[in-house]
């Protein structure tokens, strides 16, 4: 059974920068395409950033594009979010699926980690 970690999240002030991390666990020796969600209270989950396997592709929600950057180095992947604001609070989860466009999921939902911008 593949399982996400996420972790990184906190309060920060608006304009400010944090990463967050989601590691993989149960197959270490595979890369998935690994998502990242968000979900703020209220809202449906909405995906906010894609990479691949292999890490060439990556794609970003409109909200988040300039200010959001999705990396990995190998079963760990990165969301570095900078110039946050007010909407990107939210609960913050990452998935591994077959490819950021089926995105069929490959393993189960994590734990998430919350962010909260706020002054």
């Known amino acids: 059974q593949l399982q996400v970690a996420e972790s990184g999240g906190g309060l920060v002030q608006p304009g400010g920068s944090l990463r967050l991390s989601c590691v993989a666990s149960?197959?270490?020796?595979?890369?998935?395409?690994t998502g990242w969600f968000r979900q703020a209270p209220g809202k449906a989950r909405e995906e906010v950033s894609c990479?691949?396997?292999?890490?060439?592709t990556t794609r970003y929600a409109d909200s988040v594009k300039g200010r959001f950057t999705i990396s990995r180095d190998k079963n760990t992947v990165y969301l570095q979010m900078n110039r946050l604001n007010p909407d990107d609070t939210a609960v913050y989860y990452c998935?591994?699926?077959?490819?950021?466009?089926?995105?069929?999921?490959?393993?189960?939902w994590g734990q998430g980690t919350q962010v909260t911008v706020s002054s």
């Open positions: 149960g197959d270490t020796e595979s890369y998935y395409a």
């Open positions: 990479i691949s396997s292999g890490g060439g």
């Open positions: 998935l591994l699926m077959t490819s950021c466009l089926a995105k069929t999921p490959r393993s189960s």
